[in-house]
């Protein structure tokens, strides 16, 4: 029995170990990855001059218009999750580096957060997609109008950050699964 | 020799009395699991009737810039016109059918108590993809309802809630009931987790 345990041990150690190593590597990722994708989106802003007829005798008027990434509601709703799931990356990568599976509370309690962090990603991957899919196609039915044949630079960057922020959604994801395949392996 | 054999049945007794007393524990996780699961399958088949319920046709005054008078225009709002709608309606009927196959596979788990690792393991995980497909499709409808609730000045799309107000408390509903879901996904992973770490299986 006691050379058993002794084999159970260095088996555990051994998962420790190599759990860490993936945990940190890819907790960096995520941080890099919303870190980014806010970043992409946060700056986000175009200004086109575009000719309009206001009479038809008139020769065209051309007007300034911008686009800013504040003036629509789910990207702000984005970069306010993607800061969030940046800020708990760094935050989670320097209790995983303290902790080193000591304490079973504070991994239960970190992959608590990570599911949360699922959740509150995908929701915003989903709306920022919603609403540049109005942006890019229009509404016919809702009479809302594409925006994208004016403002393409600022759609290219919308989906940038997207991608980024939905490759990092899917990090937190594949960290939740990793941390629970570690569960049932210690036992 | 009748010393060992003593040693036997108090070796085997040893052994009889651990499982008894994690059975009504785990039977609690069990009953908590299903009972969660069947309210998850509730929430999403809810979501999708109500939104699927929600068509209106109204007359809209509508204002075309050369003339003045308002002249009346009959238009009709199904939840098909908006492909944000129409991946939720998938996504949560995708839900619906998982809760049914997952609560009678614990069900059956759980009359037979008897539940093996690799299945609890599979569920904890596919829970987690789930999740991710429901927080996905709450975060799109609610962008498609705020934006059809307050309309945004900027790109010029207009608020359709003043005119269209059944559609919109249907779509309001809907998303409330898919945010409910998502949240018992996330209770149903905690669950389900605590339960694996414990090593009750049953």
């Not at chain 2, 939104?51 to 005054?61: A, E, N, P, R, Y």
């Amino acid at each position: 029995m006691e050379v058993e345990n002794g084999g159970n041990k260095e088996v555990v150690v051994a998962n420790k170990r190599s759990f860490r190593c993936s945990d940190l590597v890819l907790r960096f990722l995520a941080l890099a990855l919303t870190l980014v994708a806010a970043i992409v989106l946060g700056v986000n802003k175009e200004t086109k001059n575009v000719s309009m007829e206001i009479l038809p005798k008139l020769s065209p008027l051309t007007v300034p218009v911008t686009a800013k990434w504040h003036y629509l509601s789910a990207f702000v709703y984005l970069v306010v999750v993607d800061s969030i799931a940046c800020a708990y990356a760094a935050i989670s990568l320097v209790i995983t580096l303290a902790n080193r599976g000591n304490k079973k509370g504070l991994t239960l309690l970190i992959m608590i957060s990570d599911l949360i962090m699922v959740g509150l990603l995908f929701s915003g991957g989903g709306a920022a997609t919603a609403v540049g899919l109005i942006g890019y196609e229009g509404n016919t039915h809702l009479r809302w109008n594409k925006v994208c044949n004016i403002f393409d630079r600022y759609c290219h960057q919308v989906a940038a950050s997207l991608f980024l922020s939905l490759l990092g959604a899917t990090i937190f994801l594949v960290m939740v699964s990793l941390s629970t395949l570690n569960l049932a392996k210690k036992h | 020799m009748a010393e060992v054999e003593k040693k036997g049945v108090s070796d085997q007794e040893a052994k009889t009395v651990p499982p008894e007393h994690t059975k009504s524990s785990s039977s609690f996780f069990s009953v908590a699991d299903v009972v969660l699961r069947f309210f998850l399958f509730v929430s999403s088949l809810v979501a999708v009737l109500v939104m699927i319920t929600s068509k209106q046709t109204t007359t809209i005054l509508v204002t075309v810039p050369p003339f003045t008078t308002p002249f009346p225009v009959v238009s009709t709002a199904k939840y098909r016109y908006s492909p944000a709608f129409i991946y939720f309606i998938t996504a949560l009927s995708v839900t619906g059918l998982y809760s049914i196959i997952t609560t009678t596979m614990r069900f059956l788990a759980l009359l037979k108590h008897k539940m093996p690792t690799t299945l609890l393991l599979l569920l904890i995980i596919m829970d987690v993809l789930v999740l991710g497909i429901v927080s996905a499709a709450t975060g799109a409808a609610g962008a498609i309802g705020y934006l059809g609730l307050k309309g945004n000045s900027h790109t010029n799309w207009m608020k359709i809630c003043y005119g269209f107000d059944k559609f919109c408390k249907h779509i309001g509903t809907s998303v409330s009931f898919s945010l409910f879901a998502s949240v018992i996904l996330v209770l149903l992973v905690l669950l389900n987790t605590y339960a694996l770490s414990k090593k009750i299986l049953k």
